[in-house]
């Protein structure tokens, strides 16, 4: 995983690629299909979106060009990710009682790289709400995506997600994926 994290480290974060309709469509089909996926709790769709190496990073600190062996938020490969999803969608999980609902909004989606195998380095902005406990939450920030180009579609092999609070309170643990 060190080398997608090196990857979004090293390329320009207000790069914009000079890639076609077609291309940008792809891509932002893509993060609205993961959107959907989260918010309908279809956890085995929305995992079917990453490589098998791939890992979901929430960086605990803004300037973060790596994950690995650092404090995060989030830092989860596959296998921490279905653990995680056993444990919320336990039926003796009363920390999710009465279960969550999310609805995710993406936006200014821009590529900024897309190199010749057709793999894209992808920047855009998110709005995750989240009813909880019977309170709504309001979670904001910038996504990084380097998305790898597969025979069936876009894969994730790093998804970064910055939240605007990152330093925040909150009065409970986040349980699920923004």
Not at 15 to 38: K, T
């Amino acid at each position: 995983m060190a080398e997608a994290a090196r990857r979004l480290a090293e390329s320009d974060p207000y790069a914009v690629a000079d890639v076609g309709l077609e291309i940008q469509a792809a891509v932002e089909r893509f993060l609205f299909r993961q959107a959907e996926y989260l918010d309908g709790q279809a956890w085995d769709e929305w995992l079917a979106l990453f490589t098998p190496d791939g890992h979901y990073w929430m960086p605990a600190e803004a300037d973060q060009t790596d994950g690995d062996g650092l404090p995060n938020i989030f830092w989860e490969d596959l296998n921490l990710m279905k653990m995680r999803i056993r444990r919320n969608t336990h039926p003796q999980a009363h920390s999710q009682a009465p279960n969550n609902r999310l609805c995710h909004v993406v936006s200014n989606v821009i590529v900024e790289h897309e190199d010749a195998n057709g793999d894209v380095i992808v920047r855009s902005r998110f709005h995750c709400a989240e009813f909880f406990r019977y309170q709504v939450r309001h979670f904001v920030g910038k996504y990084r995506h380097y998305l790898k180009k597969t025979p069936d579609g876009y894969r994730i092999a790093l998804q970064r997600a910055d939240l605007v609070n990152r330093e925040g309170p909150f009065e409970y643990v986040l349980q699920w994926w923004l």
